[in-house]
């Protein structure tokens, strides 16, 4: 009993300890979210491109699809585009991108000078759909499968090894499961 | 120098203007739940900010977010739900309760109980140390005698 007693503080600190060492590591930008499992929101939106053609999220049912989030205004970005760049290459789904609050010029001559990773670019210009998909840190990177929900949300930049740890391993296994 | 202050004031002012863009309210209930919502939803461009708060882009688009549902008619509770589905509850400053957040709310609940309990224990366990090491009669008369005796030598 006496033990006991001269143990709990012990015990409470290291209680708090851990806490406080999981709370420290956790990165305070990265909010878990709530669409993971839920169907991808739904837009309709300017293709870049053709601006006079849209492109809705109906019109990719049954691909697996990425929806990268991005701007010419943000810095991560350009950081983490030839990373994008190399996922486009080996061809595991199709890249979407959500040019977000950004003006058309700028958008495309980003694409010009640095390639383009996208399938296809579609237009946000007023940031309806980015809050509809509960971005709040521009680059955000949504993976879909082919019935059109969202399994996997991405905050902030792609790193290096990102695309080997994570996203060719899951694209491969969404890639398997049927329509 | 009356000039120059008033220079000085409209320099002041400038920033301030340009943190709060003009949403117009006919309706003063609306006005209210306006005022209320955006004091209670979290910018999470910049994490300890209120949207009320913050001048970040994502604010700004929430602050019109929330001024269309209100004039849409959509009641307050529709906008918090609105802005849970999509940015979690950690959007909320006050989350409802949940299994989630019930650690959130509870936890200080808990910790003042735990202080509590302890005071109360510690206080009980003095109260009894004291009576124990009270003296009984013979000690005490031995006690004098040994007191004694030092003030004699």
């Avoid at chain 1, 983490?80 to 979407?96: C, G, M, N, S």
């Avoid at chain 2, 970040?56 to 529709?78: C, E, P």
């Avoid at chain 2, 609105?82 to 650690?103: E, I, W």
Wanted: charged share 20%; with cysteine.
């Amino acid at each position: 009993m006496l033990k006991l007693k001269y143990l709990l503080p012990l015990l409470l600190f290291v209680v708090l300890a851990v806490f406080l060492a999981v709370g420290l590591r956790l990165n305070p930008k990265d909010i878990p979210s709530p669409l993971i499992d839920k169907p991808a929101p739904a837009f309709s939106l300017p293709i870049l491109a053709t601006p006079e053609k849209t492109l809705s999220q109906q019109d990719l049912q049954g691909k697996v699809w990425l929806l990268n989030v991005w701007a010419s205004w943000c810095v991560s970005c350009r950081q983490e585009h030839p990373l994008l760049l190399e996922l486009a290459k080996r061809k595991q789904a199709t890249i979407v991108g959500l040019n977000y609050k950004d003006e058309a010029q700028a958008a495309g001559q980003w694409l010009q000078q640095l390639g383009n990773p996208y399938d296809v670019s579609i237009m946000d210009t007023d940031g309806r759909v980015g809050i509809d998909y509960g971005v709040y840190g521009v680059p955000e990177t949504f993976v879909i499968d082919k019935r059109g929900v969202i399994r996997y949300k991405h905050t902030g930049p792609v790193e290096p090894g990102d695309i080997e740890r994570i996203f060719l391993p899951l694209l491969q296994t969404l890639n398997q499961e049927s329509a | 120098m009356k000039r120059l202050i008033i220079l000085v004031l409209c320099l002041l002012a400038a920033p301030v203007s340009a943190v709060v863009e003009y949403h117009p309210f006919t309706d003063p209930a609306k006005e209210q739940a306006y005022q209320t919502l955006i004091s209670e939803l979290r910018c999470l461009v910049c994490q300890n900010q209120t949207i009320a708060d913050s001048n970040a882009d994502l604010a700004k688009d929430l602050r019109r977010q929330v001024y269309d549902m209100l004039q849409q008619g959509k009641s307050q509770q529709d906008v918090v739900n609105f802005m849970t589905q999509r940015y979690g509850d950690f959007v909320m400053y006050r989350p409802a309760f949940s299994m989630k957040t019930g650690l959130l709310w509870l936890g200080p609940i808990a910790f003042l109980l735990i202080g509590i309990i302890t005071v109360v224990l510690l206080a009980r366990h003095k109260k009894n140390a004291a009576t124990q090491t009270a003296l009984d009669g013979r000690q005490k008369t031995r006690l004098n005698e040994l007191l004694q005796q030092g003030e004699e030598d």
